[in-house]
């Protein structure tokens, strides 16, 4: 692990801001290996000492993922000039720690949407060739039918010729429908419906791989994920 400057690492932690940390720092609420800080430049190791803030260890994270209930009206991105993005729904703190949406969803999209700053476990996630399975809800006009059903397992392809891979797709008793996807085209749960005709009306994103939306969390809440969490993330369903 890097050694980071004290502030630096406890800022990365996403607890406070660097002016906050300084004066904690100054008014002695810090300590390294049980020893009071004195200075925010003070070099740390994170993977040799134990840096504590009024007693409690403060956990160093290389890098750092939430899980957000995205509400409607918001872009899947870190910044717009003109619209709300889902990184203006988090605090001042964790803006710095440089996180982004894996993946996209619509702005009229909700549901489960991943931040962090971990390009690679983006990557992972996002790539067909992991065979991540995305769960989306969606509402559409018209049931799903048994050959929507078969069409999908086939493996749609789009008006614009687009081939997708085979999806799976399983109607639910209220009209609605679930429909599980390994890849993420461009509007593409929709565009596969519409191509059944049965445009969608609503989409909300449930579940991927074996990490599913926190149901007490409301739209646009969020919070850190657990270590088990995380690795549910990636595993196949
Ligand atoms: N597919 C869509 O069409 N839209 C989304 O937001 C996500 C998947």
Known sequence: MPVLRLDKLISECGLASRKEIKQMIKSGRVAVDGIVAAAPEQKVDPAISLVTLDGEAVCYKKFHYYMMNKPEGVLSATDDGKQKTVLDLVTPEMRKLGLFPVGRLDKDTT?????????????KVISPKSEIVKTYHAWTEGAVNSSDVAAFADGLVLADGTKCLPAE?????????????????????????????KPVQRLKRLSIGALKLDSSLKPGEYRELTENELCSVLKKI
């Open 111 to 123: 549901g489960l949407l991943l931040l962090t700053d971990d390009g690679e476990f983006a990557h």
């Open 169 to 197: 797709l399983k109607p639910v008793d209220d009209g609605s429908c679930l429909v599980m996807v390994m890849e993420g085209k461009y509007h593409q749960v929709k565009r596969m419906l519409a191509s059944r005709g």
